[in-house]
T-cell receptor, first 116, second 115 residues
Framework: AQSVSQHNHHVILSEAASLELGCNYS??????LFWYVQYPGQHLQLLLK??????LVKGIKGFEAEFIKSKFSFNLRKPSVQWSDTAEYFC??????????????FGRGTQLTVWP | GAGVSQSPSNKVTEKGKDVELRCDPI?????LYWYRQSLGQGLEFLIY????????KSGLPSDRFSAERTGGSVSTLTIQRTQQEDSAVYLC?????????????FGPGTRLLVL
């Protein structure tokens, strides 16, 4: 079945460590890609998105993600994490099929815990 | 309010009872989505409304689930004869036009517990 995979269920880092969260998807053709974040006690919100152009996209709070089409991947990165980055991170894909336009397929999420 | 609102925040019900969950999207947003997040699972798409078009109901898990959107604004998700496996957080999102590139804005969710 087609899916979105986030390989890391829980990541624990110290402040200033570098972060990379993996996301792979299995949908063919053109896709739109998103990372959403849910901080403790807050709503799910957009971190960044890719739909065309430069495959390296920058989002809020110093996050970036790289789309590698050949690997069906959209990994999230941050050079130096902060305690305030503690949150759950969700990768999502819109496979741009006409009948599912707008519908997002989400990964299971990665819980990031950053120790001060 | 400025964001998507949902009510109730929490709902505890007994197996077999019906429940109604409400979503108030951002004013002017024509697209509205319902997702479900079960323990340890990602967000699972349930249903999508776009303007006056027929809704995309392909994600509804059974015929016990239904949703409507009145006047192109408020939406209600109804679960009939609730089962314990329906326990989850139900999230609503809206976007301006339902286009594939748009950001979806999420509400705080309704946490449903079926005893």
């Amino acid at each position: 079945a087609q899916s979105v995979s986030q390989h890391n269920h829980h990541v624990i880092l110290s402040e200033a460590a570098s972060l990379e969260l993996g996301c792979n998807y299995s949908y063919g053709g053109t896709v739109n890609l998103f990372w959403y974040v849910q901080y403790p006690g807050q709503h799910l919100q957009l971190l960044l998105k890719y739909f065309s152009g430069d495959p390296l996209v920058k989002g809020i709070k110093g996050f970036e993600a790289e789309f590698i089409k050949s690997k069906f991947s959209f990994n999230l990165r941050k050079p130096s994490v902060q305690w305030s980055d503690t949150a759950e991170y969700f990768c999502a894909v819109n496979p741009l099929r006409g009948s599912t336009l707008g519908r997002l397929y989400f990964g299971r999420g990665t819980q990031l815990t950053v120790w001060p | 309010g400025a964001g998507v609102s949902q009510s109730p925040s929490n709902k505890v019900t007994e197996k077999g009872k019906d429940v109604e969950l409400r979503c108030d999207p951002i004013s002017g947003h024509t697209a509205l989505y319902w997702y479900r997040q079960s323990l340890g699972q990602g967000l699972e798409f349930l249903i999508y409304f776009q303007g006056n078009s027929a809704p995309d109901k392909s994600g509804l898990p059974s015929d016990r689930f239904s949703a409507e959107r009145t006047g192109g604004s408020v939406s209600t998700l109804t679960i009939q004869r609730t089962q314990q496996e329906d326990s989850a957080v139900y999230l609503c999102a809206s976007s301006p036009q339902g286009l594939a590139r748009e950001t979806q804005y999420f509400g705080p969710g309704t946490r449903l517990l079926v005893l």
